[in-house]
């Protein structure tokens, strides 16, 4: 992974963002001490380098789907790649990551009832060929969850609009 | 059961938060706009469902605008003491950027960032394992994230503040 090209003022910018995007650049320039037009171009830059992303954070999403899963996935480790992307494009699937450790893949699922993990973790990822084992992990309690430091990723417009 | 029932959620608020999902930055008047609203509605209907911690229109940075270049999944045994407090424990540290209590094998999974493999053996083997309680420890390191998306989130009161 490169080094991303982030100075103090950057990180004082994404801090102030990251609380409410919402703020006008006046408003921002006047809590760093800097000009509207410093601020507007550095946060176009940040975007553009896909360091950071505007986005809204819903709770009331959580009822439908107010669960959370782990599915770890063990496969032949020249297969896992092909394996994750086909997992990524299932709509329920939240985040997925090939790993190196207890398992080649690790996804995370929110859920609502317990059959809609079970459909995909043993009817859909189980029934691939190249899928050896499948563990499922649900988390009964949240204690800490930082939303606000993610993995841009090119596809995340896309499926923002998903649900 | 009003006392836990929520504030309604209609359509025109739900046509406002795709809105900022596609864009967060977004005008009240860009928004009111797109959706043949006037923008004083669109700025009170924002700042409802934000006081009532419905929303939060945020800013989201990759994990390499704060150095970050390694992601991992940490499973974790505990033996002795309540495995909440445990998670309470592991939660403080600011790299653990998710800690759940799970069943199954494990007591608590975590996700945890790190700038480099040279804070690995300090995190894993000092700062994990000292915290009172924590029997064992499996790590799993991210080496490719295919899929990243989490735009549901628990939003704690004053949160946004």
Known sequence: MSAAQVDDLDLKLIDILSRDARLSNRQIASQLGVTEGTVRGRIKRLQEDGLIAFTAITSFGLADRSKLALIGIQSDATDARAIADRVAQMPDINAVLVTMGRFNILAVCLFNELSEVHHIASEQILAMKEVHHVETTIAVHTIKYNARIVRITNDAAATDKGD | ?161
Do not use: C, W
């Open chain 2, 1 to 161: 059961m009003p006392v836990n029932e929520p504030p309604s959620i209609d359509d025109i608020d739900l046509a406002i938060v795709r809105q900022l999902q596609d864009n967060g930055r977004a005008t009240n008047k860009q928004i009111a706009q797109n959706l043949g609203l006037t923008a004083a509605t669109v700025s009170a209907r924002i700042r409802r469902m934000e006081a009532d911690d419905k929303l939060r229109v945020i800013a989201v940075s990759d994990f390499s605008a704060h150095g970050y270049n390694i992601l991992m999944e940490v499973a974790i045994e505990v033996h002795g003491r309540a495995a909440s407090e445990v998670a309470e424990d592991l939660a403080k540290m600011p790299e653990a950027f998710a800690v759940h209590l799970v069943t199954g094998r494990y007591d608590i999974d975590m996700m945890l960032v790190l700038k480099d493999f040279d804070g690995l053996k300090d995190m894993m083997l000092s700062r994990i394992m000292e915290v009172e309680g924590v029997r064992s420890i499996t790590p799993t390191i991210a080496v490719d994230i295919i899929k990243y998306q989490f735009d549901v989130a628990p939003i704690e009161a004053g949160d946004g503040s």
